[in-house]
């Protein structure tokens, strides 16, 4: 049975080191036909997933020997960082090939990653609607609507029936690869409301569309920040988004399963993020691993020497009570992780908008009353450590108070700082964990130093 389930999650995503390792001979051998015969029954998505496993030397024997063989769909699903480096060994006419039969959304995504010569070689082997269509995407802000919208939809005039609109489907006019919704628009072309398929397909040919239109329909327009329209799509539980421009034309549409995908880069980019190691991925280099997590390090670096200059004021209480020293890290620990806690449920709420000006202050007052009364259980136990340990209720009593003033603290700005830096224009994700780990750290400290200094000696 153990064996079976091993095999099982060996195959999870259609990828086993079996085939990883007779993929690389394969390439190894300069075998091109072994390596398509190997390659071309499997999803693009493990197909990324098999090129994201292999370090950049393999990755690069592999374009070589696969000549051709790399396509839009492949390219789309890579990690955006690897990506750039599976782009660059591409001929610009083999990128071009590769993303000819993307939907629009998914060419500016790679687009906007190219050098200026493998732009133009997409560019160019675009048809010219499909060209004009890119160009005008791209010239919207980088996390706007209209960046990230695909202009592939279903347009129907707001005056037809279901049999209208089935024959048009049944027409030989282009429709897109996926479409969830026929949307109808005025003479303007002004949208007006859209209808499912399902719906469509459901009702007698002489129902008229406009009777059949969700409670759901809403627009955005196109400079609106993508990840409203995504948090928006999950709200709402919308299947399609029709973005807009200034005249409240429809121009495209953002589908659930894009915001989903943008959604879960957001929330992983603020986990990275929490923990000061940038957006890098298992792909990156060495050096530019180590490039990202500098800065924070140096950050921290900073913080630290800040706080020891607190603990410098108190050397002569430490000198006379060496217990203080051995119990010095607790206090500052328990504040740390406590914030920490805070810390990230108040950057998730504030990133998924769950976290406002209404309720920010009921918000702060359970994380502090979290903190008062995890601090008074814990001031407790150490209580009677100190007492145990060390032979002294006083200093028991000194840790017990120490923590909860940590505690208190450590809630408090945990959900304080985030926002403030948020309402200053700042990510909170970005650069919470350090201010919040030096409160933590100077308050532990002075409080429980101080509170010796003024009660032990």
């Known amino acids: ?39 071309d029954p499997l999803h693009a998505a493990d197909i990324a997933h098999l090129i994201e496993q292999i370090d950049s030397r393999d990755r690069r024997d592999l374009i070589t ?20 480096e599976i782009i660059a060994l591409l001929a610009p006419a083999e990128l071009a090939e590769a993303v000819r039969e993307l939907e629009s959304d998914d060419v500016v995504d790679l687009v906007e990653y190219l050098d200026d010569d493998q732009q133009e070689a997409v560019l160019g082997a675009l048809d010219a609607g499909d060209r004009v269509v890119v160009e005008q995407a791209l010239s919207y802000p980088e996390e706007s609507a209209g960046r990230h919208m695909q202009s592939e939809l279903v347009r129907a005039p707001e005056h037809w029936n279901v049999g209208d609109a089935i024959d048009y489907l049944r027409s030989e006019v282009v429709l897109p690869d996926q479409f969830y ?43 609106q ?22 005249d409240d034309r429809i121009v495209g549409v953002i589908t659930i399963d894009d915001a989903m995908a943008f959604l879960e880069e957001e929330a992983e980019e603020d986990l990275l993020r929490l923990a000061g190691v940038g957006e890098g991925s298992l792909s990156d280099r060495v050096i530019d691993t180590t490039k990202q997590r500098f800065p924070w390090l140096a950050v921290n670096l900073l913080t630290a020497i800040f706080a020891s200059m607190v603990i410098s004021l108190f050397e002569d209480t430490i000198a006379g009570l060496v217990a203080l020293a051995v119990l010095m890290p607790i206090v500052a620990s328990m504040g740390g992780n406590a914030g920490t806690q805070s810390l990230t449920v108040a950057v998730r709420a504030i990133a998924t908008r769950d ?19 995890n601090g008074l259980i814990f ?10 340990w ?12 120490a923590m909860v003033i940590n505690m208190v603290v450590a809630g408090l700005a945990g959900t304080v700082i985030p926002v403030l830096l948020e309402r200053f224009g ?18 532990g400290f002075f409080a429980f130093l101080g509170l010796a200094a003024a009660w032990l000696l």
């Open 65 to 84: 020997v696969w000549k051709g063989g790399m396509d839009g769909d492949t390219l789309s699903e890579l990690d955006e960082n690897l990506r750039e």
């Open 379 to 388: 001031a407790v136990v150490m209580g009677v450590v100190g007492i145990l």
């Open 225 to 246: 920040d993508v990840e409203e329209v995504a948090q928006a799509i999950n709200h709402y539980h919308m299947i399609t988004a029709p973005v807009v421009d200034d």
């Open 1 to 39: 049975m153990s064996e079976q389930v091993e095999i099982d999650e060996d195959e999870a995503f259609g990828i086993t080191d079996r085939l990883v390792a007779e993929v690389l001979a394969a390439v190894e051998a300069q075998d091109a036909l072994a390596v398509d015969a190997l390659l």
């Open 355 to 373: 976290l406002t000006a209404a309720n920010v202050w009921r918000v702060i007052r359970r994380e502090v009353l979290v903190g008062l009364i």
């Open 181 to 223: 919704h026929v949307i109808l628009v005025d003479a303007r072309l002004k949208a007006v409301g859209y209808v499912t398929l399902g719906r469509i397909l459901s009702h007698p040919r002489n129902t008229p569309l406009l009777e059949l239109v969700e409670d759901t329909f809403r627009t955005f327009h196109v400079t």
């Open 390 to 401: 060390f032979g002294s209720p006083m200093l028991g009593a000194v840790i017990g108070v």
């Open 426 to 443: 700042i990510d909170p994700a970005l650069a919470s964990g350090a201010f919040v780990t030096t409160v933590t750290d100077v308050v």
